[in-house]
């Protein structure tokens, strides 16, 4: 004989609770989050839960979440939201956070910025000295517009190492307002023949390390809390600064987490 389970009010209303109820822990906040709960934005370590109300700043704005139950997600707002405005609940802005990067290697230089390109301190990408020589006579170059004027810098190089730091964002030896610059095109010259190739286009930015330094030292302390070993922390660490801040260089990111965490 089959037996049939009903779902009780009381069940429906613990299964209810269960969703609705999640909480989670604030890892780190891009552009400004308001809660309407506290009228103040969201910081690093804070708690949202799942019926919270959120005001987003712009649409750019996101934050990186934790559950120690299902955990990391991307709090960002959704273009098809019906809500008035950049209001939101946090359980209609969630998004799972990725669980892999790419297993293959760097097929193209356009792999290797993708959309947005995340620089900590200085990016040494490997170029293929077949396909794209350096020298003096050819080289890369960065174009971008600052207040109305087209802005070119050479790039430096150490022997097939391209190099890319924050002399990027200087006019005449003095920085310039990164957040004044949309994107950036990468260009390869060859002066022989006189021509430019256009590689790509992305959004480039330079991290604030002792902010990042905050950020990434709370999320370790969660990971080593729940005893991850340092080739899965190094793991999501990468994962956790995709989802936010955009791609990053392997080595760049491998050799900051060694100099400040002594993760190898």
Do not use: H
């Not at 020298?135 to 517009?145: A, D, L, Q, R, W």
């Not at 660490?237 to 491998?254: A, Q």
């Amino acid at each position: 004989m089959k037996r049939l389970f009903l779902f009780t009010p009381l069940v429906i209303l613990l299964f209810s609770n269960l969703i609705y109820s999640q909480c989670y822990t604030v890892l780190s906040v891009k552009g400004e989050i308001i809660s309407e709960k506290t009228g103040q934005p969201i910081k690093e370590m804070d708690e949202v839960c799942a019926t919270d109300k959120l005001k987003f700043s712009t649409k750019d704005s996101k934050a990186a979440v934790l559950s120690p139950e299902q955990g990391r997600f991307v709090i960002k707002f959704a273009e098809n939201n019906k809500t008035n405005g950049l209001i939101a609940y946090v359980n209609s802005v969630l998004f799972a956070g990725k669980e892999n990067l790419s297993t293959k290697g760097m097929e193209s230089l356009e792999d290797e910025f993708g959309e947005n390109y995340f620089v900590i301190g200085t990016s040494k990408i490997y170029i293929d000295p077949t396909e794209y020589p350096m020298n003096e006579k050819c080289y890369f170059y960065i174009k971008y517009i600052y207040d109305g004027n087209e802005i070119k810098n050479k790039l430096k190089f150490d022997k097939n190492n391209l190099i890319i730091d924050n002399d990027v964002y200087k006019i005449d030896g003095k920085n310039i307002e990164q957040e004044k610059i949309d994107t950036v095109s990468l260009y390869y010259f060859e002066k022989e023949k006189s021509k430019s190739t256009k590689i790509c286009s992305f959004n480039l930015s330079f991290a604030n390390e002792e902010i990042l330094k905050s950020e990434i030292s709370n999320y370790i302390a969660i990971l080593n809390k729940a005893g991850k070993d340092n080739a899965s922390i190094i793991q999501e660490v990468k994962l956790y600064i995709n989802d936010i801040y955009g791609n990053v260089n392997d080595g760049n990111i491998r050799n900051w987490l060694l100099m400040n965490f002594d993760l190898q």
